[in-house]
């Protein structure tokens, strides 16, 4: 089946240093990923929709320029979070879609723990 | 747009008992929905998926779904739970002119099976 890694699993730092988080397709080409946030105890909330080559497109709400979301290849997406705050602090999941065959699920990551100090 | 509703945040079950884990929708266009399973500390697993045919769905580790069109519902459900399946299980909808690309997910259900 479709594999979807994420580096690192987890990452702890002080406030106001930037983190990146990477999200890889590891079998099959990933023509677009999304980048979701969650919350303790609640649901997944899409932050951007990124297509290889294209900027992403953000949804209401999401500071683009404090979420760089880079889609430079299609097997990789990264997610820096630029400086970082303790309201930051959250479990970020990617996931990639398949977009060469008319099964287009999205295939999720396994998640990064984010910790701002 | 779509909303999905999940009425229960948490369900106690002991072994072996049946359960259900009930989902409502709202759009006002034909949608897929889906059944997701997340582990602690974990990523989204998909557990099955309804998108045309029969709205009966059988997914992984032995739960099933039934699609109901005039009640907007797709309550998950399964005979006999194992103390595995103790998680956290997300309901999920994308409008079908989107495909896959845009999904929304409902608050989450936590099973909790005991012993």
């Known amino acids: 089946g479709a594999v979807v890694s994420q580096h690192p699993s987890w990452v702890i730092c002080k406030s106001g240093t930037s983190v990146k988080i990477e999200c890889r397709s590891l079998d099959f080409q990933a023509t677009t990923m999304f980048w979701y946030r969650q919350f303790p105890k609640q649901s997944l909330m899409l932050m951007a929709t990124?297509?290889?080559?294209?900027?992403?497109?953000?949804e209401q709400g999401v500071e683009k320029d404090k979420f760089l979301i880079n889609h430079a290849s299609l097997t990789l997406s990264t997610l820096t979070v630029t400086s970082a705050h303790p309201e930051d602090s959250s479990f970020y999941i990617c996931?990639?879609?398949?977009?060469?065959?008319?099964?287009?699920?999205?295939?999720f990551g396994p998640g990064t723990r984010l910790t701002v100090l | 747009a779509q909303s999905v509703t999940q009425l229960d945040s948490q369900v106690p079950v002991f072994e072996e008992a049946p359960v259900e884990l009930r989902c409502n929708y709202s759009?006002?266009?034909?949608?897929?929905l889906f059944w997701y399973v997340q582990y602690p500390n974990q990523g989204l697993q998909l557990l099955l998926k309804y998108l045309s045919g029969s709205t009966l769905v059988k997914g992984i580790n032995g739960f099933e779904a039934e699609f109901n069109k005039s009640q907007t519902s797709f309550h998950l459900r399964k005979p006999s739970v194992h103390i595995s399946d103790t998680a956290e299980y997300f309901c999920a909808v994308s409008d079908r002119a989107s495909g896959y690309s845009t999904l929304t997910f409902g608050k989450g259900t936590m099973l909790l099976v005991s012993p």
């Open positions: 990124s297509n290889e080559g294209s900027k992403a497109t953000y």
């Open positions: 759009s006002s266009v034909s949608v897929y």
């Open positions: 996931s990639a879609r398949d977009g060469q065959g008319g099964y287009n699920e999205q295939f």
